[in-house]
């Protein structure tokens, strides 16, 4: 089983990065994903979450209206849009695969929001 996560980095507030977890060893259309965030010194924290069809979805408060999550069942692969990016969103994000089954954690991307 791989969660490998791309497209981090820095960005300046206010710009977008588009993170993508590519899944492996697994039957991907069958789990629910979703992103996750841990910024230094705090506890991991829900993001943002699609269900294993990709016909629903949920959002911290925090992101809702700035991050799109979308996932493509063909290329097993799950995304996060991020736009309108503010420093408190500089974390390392990690994706999850979760069924009743049990869950996958990918290792994780860095994203910092700074100018």
């Known amino acids: 089983v791989r969660l490998v996560e791309s497209g981090g980095g820095l960005v300046q507030p206010g710009g977008s990065l588009r993170l993508s977890c590519a899944a492996s060893g697994f039957t991907f259309s069958s789990y629910a994903m979703s992103w996750h965030r841990q910024a230094p010194g705090k506890e991991r924290e829900f993001v943002a979450l699609?269900?294993?069809?990709?016909?629903?979805?949920s959002y911290a408060e925090s992101v809702k209206g700035r991050f799109t999550i979308s996932r493509d069942n063909a290329k097993n692969t799950v995304f996060l849009q991020m736009n309108g990016l503010k420093p408190e969103d500089t974390a390392v994000y990690s994706c999850k695969a979760a069924r009743y089954t049990g869950n996958y954690w990918g290792q994780g991307i860095q994203v910092t929001v700074s100018s």
């Open positions: 699609i269900s294993s069809t990709g016909d629903s979805t």
